[in-house]
């Protein structure tokens, strides 16, 4: 086994364990996630007042409860669709929310390209989530693109913990954004083979006038 895999399985035990507990004690997923966006509120806070090391530590707590919510609605059998659109409602605003105190940090500092830049990078997080989601209102699934919310939450974590915001935030933003045109340009061909298939079919049993 190598080393990442080892790191991967020791830390999957845990939470795991942690699932089961959480099963256990019969606290409804719902519940885990509203607190895990409380959690990022406080993240937030932090972020404006400048403590980013803190907000590291209080982001990656706040993940345990985004990577928990899920499997404990499935390990108690509480799988809803309500649940998922809960839970990627709460996502956007926890998102929001950990953006919003970095804009709050920048402008205490006078600082007003980073705004703009945070801004920028808000505006990508949330064009991401609302192209995938608009996008398969058409077609059955648009997941393509590499910067998808996981990403972005270690981003900030790594930003945050090593004192790198600044660089983080540009690779958030142009990456974001291109994943915004790969799934745009996804949904155009997906699109375009869906309505070619279409229109085979009808010329198919279209009968022949003879």
């Not at 509203?34 to 530590?57: P, T």
Request: charged share 15%.
């Amino acid at each position: 086994m190598t080393l990442t895999g080892g790191i991967g399985s020791f830390f999957g035990k845990i939470i795991h364990k942690i699932v089961e507990v959480l099963a256990l004690s019969r606290i409804h997923p719902n519940v885990l996630t509203f607190i895990g966006l409380v959690i990022n509120v406080w993240a937030a806070f932090l972020f404006a007042g400048g403590r980013f090391m803190a907000a590291g530590f209080v982001v990656l707590g706040a993940g345990l409860f985004d990577m928990v919510d899920g499997r404990v609605a499935r390990e108690t059998n509480r799988v809803t669709k309500f649940g998922g659109f809960f839970d990627s409602v709460l996502d956007r605003y926890s998102d929001l929310f950990l953006f919003m105190g970095l804009l709050v940090y920048y402008a205490s500092i006078n600082r007003f390209f980073y705004i703009v830049l945070t801004a920028i990078v808000m505006t990508g997080s949330v064009m991401v989530s609302y192209a995938r989601a608009r996008a398969e209102c058409t077609i059955p699934q648009c997941k393509v693109g590499f910067l998808e919310r996981p990403e972005r939450i270690v981003l900030i974590i790594i930003g945050a913990l090593f004192d790198r915001m600044a660089p983080v935030l540009w690779v958030t933003a142009v990456l974001s954004n291109i994943t915004v045109i790969h799934r745009m340009v996804y949904t155009y061909q997906e699109c375009k083979r869906l309505e070619d298939a279409q229109l085979r079919a009808v010329r198919n049993v279209t009968p022949i006038n003879r």
